[in-house]
């Protein structure tokens, strides 16, 4: 499984963001995906979760609100739509897969990541 995430760039606090991620080659081992982001000197951490079969959503306290994971099957293309930033969101945005529905919201949990993408929000 390959993951492509896009979408990162530079906005003013309070701006929109939408962060997409496409799944490519054995996809059909997919059962959850998410973001996870990583700011700088900071550990990677858990931001939005979504089950590939019946779309059910979790949320990171941080982004209850705000943020809307997505997801667009006949695409294998998951969505991070986010809103109201701010300069705490600032990092650099990782999408997730895991084969299992169970998925925890730990890095650990996931096999398999996309490269990334920059998230800068400024004051």
């Known amino acids: 499984v390959q993951l492509q995430a896009s979408g990162g760039g530079l906005v003013q606090a309070g701006g929109s963001l939408r962060l997409s991620c496409t799944a490519s080659g054995r996809t059909f081992g997919i059962y959850s995906m998410a973001w996870f982001r990583q700011a700088p000197g900071k550990e990677r951490e858990f931001v939005a979760r979504?089950?590939?079969?019946?779309?059910?959503?979790n949320y990171a306290n941080a982004a209850k609100g705000r943020f809307t994971i997505s997801r667009d099957n006949a695409k294998n293309t998951v969505y991070l739509q986010m809103n109201s930033l701010e300069p705490e969101d600032t990092a650099v945005y990782h999408c997730?897969?895991?084969?299992?529905?169970?998925?925890?919201?730990?890095?650990?949990?996931?096999?398999?990541w996309g490269q990334g993408t920059l998230v800068t929000v400024s004051s």
């Open positions: 997730a897969a895991a084969g299992s529905l169970w998925a925890n919201p730990y890095p650990r949990d996931y096999a398999y």
């Open positions: 979504i089950r590939w079969n019946d779309g059910s959503q």
